[in-house]
């Protein structure tokens, strides 16, 4: 999500500027934005009339952000990238 990833960068310039806890206090609050966005979808932000479908989220793109800021938060507190899930792909 490109939102995620610019704010990711804004994060990286500032990183001087700000401590590590206000930095994982920032993680922290973008990943719980992308949780309730996840759980707004997930409640009915879809719906089809008339055989035509309309979503108004992408909920792929909103797991991709939570798991950026996951990983955001884990490399704050020392835990490394989170992985979750894994794509076999065929050579």
Request: glycine residues 8%.
């Amino acid at each position: 999500m490109i939102i995620a990833t610019i704010y990711i960068y804004i994060i990286i310039i500032c990183e001087e500027k700000m401590t590590r806890q206000e930095r994982l206090v920032e993680a922290e609050t973008m990943r719980g934005l992308y949780v309730r966005a996840e759980q707004a979808v997930l409640q009915g932000q879809s719906y089809t009339i008339g055989g035509q479908s309309l979503t108004r989220a992408n909920l792929a793109e909103i797991r991709k952000g939570r798991d950026e800021w996951d990983n955001v938060i884990a490399s704050l507190t020392g835990g490394g990238r989170v992985i979750r899930r894994i794509v076999p792909i065929d050579d």
